[in-house]
């Protein structure tokens, strides 16, 4: 089996940086694309980052283009989302995702099949 794990969510002022890490860890050769996710209180899971191995790309949404980057550490299994300028908007639980589908939209819940248990994200205006 797979894991998911991620790290690197706090508390930071509007404006702020932070760094969220995530690691896979198991049978990890068949992955093929590392998203981010996010849900805020009373809101639905919404789609923030993803990217796929082999320089397949990389995709954001519109809410944090611009602000947010994704990269990834292939050889260790490892993906980042650096989110710069944040608002109190940007305040949820964050999760890490991978996928083995190299054919579904990397935007969609349902082309992950693992997921990690989140690290809250917590911005002050």
């Known amino acids: 089996q797979v894991q998911v794990v991620e790290s690197g969510g706090g508390l930071v002022q509007a404006g702020g940086s932070l760094r969220l890490s995530c690691a896979a860890s198991?049978?990890?050769?068949?992955?093929?694309?590392m998203g981010w996710f996010r849900q805020a209180p009373g809101l639905e899971r919404e789609f923030v980052a993803a990217?796929?191995?082999?320089?397949?790309?990389?995709f954001y949404a519109d809410s944090v283009k611009g602000r947010f980057t994704i990269s990834s550490d292939n050889a260790n299994n490892r993906v980042y989302l650096q989110m710069n300028s944040l608002k109190p908007e940007d305040t949820a639980v964050y999760y890490c995702?991978?996928?083995?589908?190299?054919?579904?939209?990397?935007?969609?819940?349902?082309?992950?099949?693992?997921w990690g248990q989140g690290t809250q994200v917590t911005v002050s205006s």
């Open positions: 198991g049978r990890t050769f068949s992955l093929l694309t």
């Open positions: 995702a991978a996928s083995t589908n190299p054919l579904l939209p990397p935007n969609s819940r349902s082309t992950y099949t693992y």
């Open positions: 990217s796929r191995w082999n320089g397949g790309g990389t």
